[in-house]
């Protein structure tokens, strides 16, 4: 296997901080854009843990949950968070939606979705046994 669980959880906690520094320095598109991705590199693991295979190449956050078998096992709330996610990280790959996206930020609503994201890391890993 070319990336198991422990290892996509690994790639989950480095990028944590990196949210956390870009939080902090009020650098909040890109925080976005991290959380997006600490929550699919998460989504990635439980793929991996639940098929034995490598996870598809997609930023699909809700698709990830489906192929992991989870989706039915989130909250409501959490399956908010997955969709309201998803347009923050368009900022990585089509920088013309930049704009329209950085407006829908501010710095308590990046809060939220940083606290938001790590919470949705622990459940991952408790529900990994990690």
């Known amino acids: 296997m070319l990336c198991n669980t422990d290892k996509w959880l690994n ?6 901080i990196t949210a956390k520094w870009l939080l902090d320095g009020k650098r909040l ?6 959380c997006h991705l600490i929550v699919e590199k ?10 034995g295979e490598i ?5 699909n956050l809700t698709k990830l949950a489906h192929i992991g078998g989870i989706y039915d096992h989130l909250h409501e709330s959490q399956k908010d968070f997955l969709e309201y996610l ?10 013309e939606y930049k704009e329209n996206i ?3 930020l501010s710095i308590e609503k990046c809060k939220r979705i940083y606290q938001e994201t790590e919470g949705f890391l622990c459940w991952i890993k408790t529900k990994l046994g990690k």
């Not at 998460?42 to 991996?48: C, E, F, H, S, Y």
Request: charged share 20%; net charge neutral; glycine share 4%.
């Open 11 to 16: 790639m989950c906690d480095e990028d944590l």
């Open 29 to 34: 598109l890109p925080m976005g854009f991290f």
């Open 102 to 104: 950085a407006k829908t």
């Open 42 to 51: 998460a989504l990635k693991a439980v793929v991996t843990h639940s098929t």
């Open 86 to 95: 998803m347009p923050l990280q368009i900022d990585g790959r089509y920088t």
């Open 55 to 59: 996870p598809p190449k997609t930023h």
